[in-house]
């Protein structure tokens, strides 16, 4: 099973938008509901930012929103804050024998 | 509150065999599937191996299957990760994690606990 695809570094401003992309196929993002997002900051566990592909744990700040369009999801950063520089990782439900599976990681840097 | 300890990580050497513990506090596990995570220092994240949470399934990925083997106590609310024939891939930091079931609500990460196997 490969690993889902994502930019290895996006950046933006305070304030700006942003967008993470996180490209499978039809064995797991394209076929599933189950994409979930995860930040990471240095020395840290991940934690969960969207689960099934557009919904945010209570506590996850509404600028942080996630989607999906064919086998494609997205995770987009409204209003970018210092504290929102991180790692972030995608997540898909897939048919093969691991069940689920990681994107390659995506570094954020706010400017 | 939700709480998940990672224990028995250490030094071991290639070829030798390590198991891991996660207790697990403010749950039962038999209502969530449990998985467990790897992250090499300073890489990505692999799913290493999952428990349904009626415990009747396993999952193993790829570069663990039939060296590793997932397991629980429901009795002491512990999961248990045993790693057979480690290799020095095997080196990474392992989580806990458990799932609602039927989503992909990762909802809690234990802290980690370092695997190094090394001669």
């Known amino acids: 099973q490969s690993a889902l695809t994502q930019p290895a570094s996006v950046s933006g401003s305070p304030g700006q938008s942003i967008t993470i992309s996180c490209t499978g196929t039809?064995?797991?993002?394209?076929?599933?509901?189950?994409v979930s997002w995860y930040q990471q900051h240095p020395g840290k566990a991940p934690k969960l930012m969207i689960y099934?592909?557009?919904n945010r744990p209570s506590g996850i700040s509404d600028r942080f929103s996630g989607s999906k369009s064919g086998n494609t999801a997205s995770l987009t950063i409204s209003g970018l804050q210092a504290e929102d520089e991180a790692d972030y990782y995608c997540?898909?439900?897939?048919?093969?024998?691991?069940?689920?599976?990681f994107g390659t990681g995506t570094r954020v840097t706010v400017l | 509150e939700v709480q998940l300890v990672e224990s028995g990580g250490g030094l071991v050497q290639p070829g030798g065999s390590l198991r891991l513990s996660c207790s697990a506090s403010?749950?039962?596990?038999?209502?969530?599937?449990m998985h467990w995570v790897r992250q090499v220092p300073g890489k990505g994240l692999e799913y290493v191996s999952a428990i349904n949470n009626d415990g009747t399934r396993t999952y193993y990925g790829v570069s663990v299957k039939g060296r590793f083997t997932i397991s629980r106590d429901i009795s002491k609310n512990t999961l248990y990760l045993q790693m057979n024939s480690l290799r020095d891939e095997d080196t990474a930091v392992y989580y806990c994690?458990?799932?609602?079931?039927?989503?992909?609500?990762?909802?809690?990460w234990g802290q980690g606990t370092l695997v190094t196997v090394s001669s």
């Open positions: 403010g749950f039962t596990l038999s209502n969530y599937a």
């Open positions: 997540s898909s439900y897939t048919s093969s024998d691991t069940l689920y599976v």
């Open positions: 994690v458990r799932r609602l079931p039927g989503t992909s609500n990762f909802d809690n």
């Open positions: 039809s064995s797991d993002v394209g076929g599933y509901k189950y």
């Open positions: 099934d592909v557009s």
